[in-house]
């Protein structure tokens, strides 16, 4: 992972950790090790807190690591209701603490119900939130068919995502892995547009478990030149990859 970084050119990396009963689906390691890492490199690597759904355990694992120096939450990847009672209260630990938290949203898996995602944007102004994953990208298409999640059809402007970075100041886009990558390459056009459009609201990730950092499986150097080639100017591009996040996570 950190020769994979480098080889992209990635000056600052943030990691997110698994909870203690839950590896991400992708096998990732936990807080612990992600403290572990940043603490061997200072200044390159920084990392979230992250935990899941448990009555006892949640605001305790998630203020330990906050206290460390984590400097969000996340990324939640657990099988709850976008709106449910875990969100709520990862959504008020993030208030207290004054940092943001990033979400998975995939159709009946995790974060379910994405449509009633607003009902926390707007109970929890004060807290930025990162959506990403299938679910969050395929919702760029007001004519998703839910199910659906790597879409692969021209996109019609309106969909749950685009309204949610247009309507919320408190909504953000991570734009990682190949969820994020398809949502810019089924319909290039419409991606010319949408980069424009919210220019301010969208963060690089790489989120590539390609060992490489270059090559047909490493969808985060494709991420890469895709916002650079897309974006209708370099400075909007240079938002996206650095200047979004300096800002949001004060760098």
């Known amino acids: 992972m950190i020769a994979h970084q480098d080889r992209m050119g990635i000056t600052k990396t943030i990691l997110l950790p698994a909870g203690a009963r839950y590896g991400l689906a992708a096998g990732a390691g936990g807080n612990d090790i992600c403290v572990a890492i940043a603490r061997k490199h200072p200044g390159k690597f920084v990392f979230f807190a992250n935990e899941g759904p448990s009555p006892d355990k949640t605001r305790q694992v998630l203020e330990k690591y906050l206290k460390m120096g984590a400097i969000g939450l996340g990324e939640q990847k657990f099988p709850v209701d976008a709106d449910s009672e875990h969100v709520h209260l990862v959504a ?15 159709h009946n898996t995790y974060n379910i119900a994405f449509q009633r995602f607003y009902r926390i944007l707007e109970k929890y102004p004060t807290v930025n939130f990162i959506g990403h994953a299938q679910t969050f990208w395929g919702n760029i298409d007001k004519d998703l068919q839910q199910e659906v999640l790597y879409p692969k059809t021209k996109v019609t402007r309106g969909g749950w995502t685009d309204r949610y970075l247009s309507d919320y100041p408190n909504m953000f886009g991570d734009m990682s892995a190949g969820s994020g990558l398809n949502a810019l390459l089924r319909d290039e056009q419409h991606a010319i547009g949408f ?7 969208l963060l690089y990730g790489s989120d590539c478990n390609d060992p490489v950092g270059h090559g047909a499986r490493c969808s985060g150097s494709k991420q890469i030149e895709t916002i650079r080639r897309l974006s209708p100017h370099p400075s909007v591009a240079r938002k996206i990859l650095w200047e979004n996040s300096a800002k949001l996570f004060r760098f």
């Open 92 to 106: 008020q630990i993030a208030r207290d603490y004054k940092v943001p938290v990033l979400l998975h949203f995939e």
């Open 195 to 201: 980069l424009e459009r919210h220019q301010n609201k």
